[in-house]
């Protein structure tokens, strides 16, 4: 995943961008950069890796050895960035959120027509922003090359440009899938991921660019360079997961979203009759936690934590690269409260069961310490599909995912073809999904999210919203 950050400013404006950036460290764990423009310097940029280190020990000393008016910056899970480029347009740095899946056919036909090259990575691939950049560049201006790459690139592409006059550029992807925010205060304007980072550094959100839609900024002025398009399809689980609580997206807050969404699962358990003499509702921390409390508030049953999860020095549970690490990590982070586990009968809302392997580990867990039962609830429906938009998962397989692999153990890759009854619990396979699951995993029930509830959660229209990951309808 990633998120960035930026600012154009008429003052000093580096602190407020590193805090920007820190504030969008919940969407990646691996790089980080910074690029600032300075009037007498110029650009100047910064990249580091952040796997073992948060993001403001690897760059508190940056606010000493740059300075400038106007800088960008982000946090990504894949591609060193914020890149700096010298081509036809002049010299300017870039930043790009999301996922190129024709990446090697715009290679090729970058590399044969021009004769060009790229700096390659381990293993031949080239940096996604770099093949990004110099595909802007092919065109004789910023617009027409944004929109070039905007025609072109399969997938997802949310860009931020730092001109080397200062002004910001901001291109949000072609269908919206990811948010991009303008913020505005007296000295000048930010570009955002997360709506809440904007204001907790004094900005007020101007506006949220629509799909396509393409911006310049300078401390002065916001000018709309190409209109928004009409048709979107942001991420869905934006609200389910990995966006922050406090941020807003499509005028959505996360936080509501997620306790309308516990409600209504828990209006569905009682109309089934199922799990309704329960001694705790709990949630998985961290984002398992406001589904849970929408859930209690709605059912009455008493919200209770019943593990306390250990942060000061454990990192995140999926930043080593290997599964049984991440896995290793998790476990060590689960400090037991024995007197609301031991005998009770627990329901645990979790925000997504993906590959399973966490939530085996926290149930046995959780029976180890004497718990009476463990009920589950998704709060979403099961993951079916591999994100196809963006660096979200470190799957490499569909058959990575818990519901596939299952559908394939029941009847073999011909159940692919019934991924909508299995996702509905009304169907004898959906039926079925559950009861195997819920063996396998020693769960007294399971229920996910349905779809049609998580649309109604968030409350925008279901044309507008992504649901890939979960129906495979793009």
Known sequence: MGGFFGITSKKE???????????????????????????????????????????????????????????????????????????????????????????????????????????????????STELIASLISQKDNFLDGLRFVQSVVEGTANILILRGNGNLIAARDKLGRLPVLIGKNDDGYCVTFESYVAMKLGF????????????????????????????????SFLWSYYGYPTSGYEGVNVESMRYQNGALMAESDREKGVAADLDYVCGMPDSGIPHAIGYANKSGV????????????????????????????????QIPVHELIRDKKLLFVDDSIVRGTQIRETVDFLYENGAKEVHMRSACPPIMFGCKYHNFSRSTSDMDLLARRVILELEGEEGFNYIDEYIDDNTERGKKLREVICERFNFASLEYQSLENIIKAIGLPACDLCTYCWNGKE
């Open 13 to 127: 404006c580096l602190s407020d961008v590193f805090f920007g950036i820190d504030y969008h460290s919940h969407l990646g764990t691996r790089r980080a950069g910074i690029a600032v423009y300075d009037e007498e310097i110029g650009l100047q940029r910064q990249i580091h890796g952040i796997e073992h280190a948060p993001f403001r020990t690897r760059f508190e000393h940056v606010l000493e050895e740059m300075r400038g008016n106007a800088a960008i910056g982000c946090i990504s899970d894949w591609d060193p960035q914020p890149l700096l480029i010298r081509s036809r347009l002049g010299t300017f740095a870039i930043c790009v959120i999301g996922k190129v899946n024709n990446a090697e056919d715009l290679i090729e036909q970058y590399l044969i027509r021009d004769g060009g090259h790229f700096d390659a990575m381990t293993g031949g691939k080239v940096n």
């Open 204 to 235: 007020e959100i101007e506006k949220e660019l629509g799909p396509a839609e393409i911006v310049e900024l300078s401390p002065d002025q916001l000018a709309v360079l190409s209109a928004a398009g009409e048709k979107k399809k942001i991420c």
């Open 302 to 333: 008493p919200y209770a934590r019943a593990f306390i999860k250990y942060t000061p020095t454990w990192n995140r549970s999926f930043t080593p690269v290997r599964q049984e690490d991440r896995d290793r990590v998790a476990k060590m982070k």
